[in-house]
């Protein structure tokens, strides 16, 4: 199991490079932390994609500090034996002090780590200094991406820039660096050049784990990412919930109520 009844500290998760592949999940709420806490996650991630899938936004960059703290309360009083790192939203972190305010922001709302977008050094050695581990992450970076999503390491000199970044991070104490949306072959040269391991998520099977958002996973919402195979349909389940309820309603046939514990 992930944790088990005690929750993998940052150091013990940097520390599975080579031993075995880390599995990581979104959770954004409280009914979806107490789910997945316990089911051999080493990690959850509160991540700002959070503001597409759970807010409508059209981006994450939407997404603000108080919101982040928000979802993470949230995730962390449901899940008490995983490791919980929450993202730090665009442009909370483009000084050294600003990524220290919001790293400790987030962590007072009971994250165990923070994960910032690229190779912001001086954000994650002042964060790192004092006593907050940090995720890195390289590749495809939402939060300033302009133009769309497209794969990234396909060329020699990109793929270059993003192994600089990875050791960059690697080199600065990052605990885990995920790798989006990368090449697999570059994926791959990441992975054999940092000592923290990779968390891929749409660049191959040869990061030293995975992560996944959570409702896409399950088939929440509708038309997942082509790189995502739901294991679940839990959208349709809900719907036809909800419409079995309405019809039953309509019927006549719903049951009495007894008690107003939710409203």
Known sequence: MGGGLAILRADEIRALKGLRRIAVLTAYDYPMALALDQVGLEVL????????????????????????????????????????????????????????????????????????????????????????????????????????????????????????DACALDDAGCFAIVVECVDPEAALRITQSVG???????????????????????????????FVVPRANVRDIIRGAAAEFAADVRAAAAPPVTGARRS
Request: aromatic share 2%; proline share 7%; net charge negative.
């Open 196 to 226: 923290a391991p990779t968390i891929g998520i749409a660049a191959g099977s040869d990061c030293d784990g995975q992560v996944l958002v959570s409702t896409d996973l399950i088939g929440l919402l509708p038309d997942p990412p082509p």
């Open 45 to 164: 991630l509160v991540g700002d994609s959070l503001g597409e899938v759970e807010l409508g936004f059209d981006s994450t960059r939407a997404v603000s500090v108080p919101m982040m703290e928000h979802h993470i309360r949230a995730v962390a009083n449901g899940a008490i034996h995983t490791h919980i790192t929450g993202d730090m939203p665009a442009r909370s972190y483009d000084t050294p002090a600003d990524a220290l305010r919001t790293a400790q922001a987030l962590v007072r709302a009971g994250a165990h780590s923070v994960k910032l977008e690229g190779a912001m050094i001086p954000a994650v050695q002042a964060i790192i200094g004092a006593g907050i581990p940090v995720m890195g992450h390289v590749g495809l970076l939402p939060q300033t991406t302009e133009g769309g999503y497209r794969r990234h390491g396909k060329t020699a000199d990109e793929a270059d820039r993003l192994v600089e």
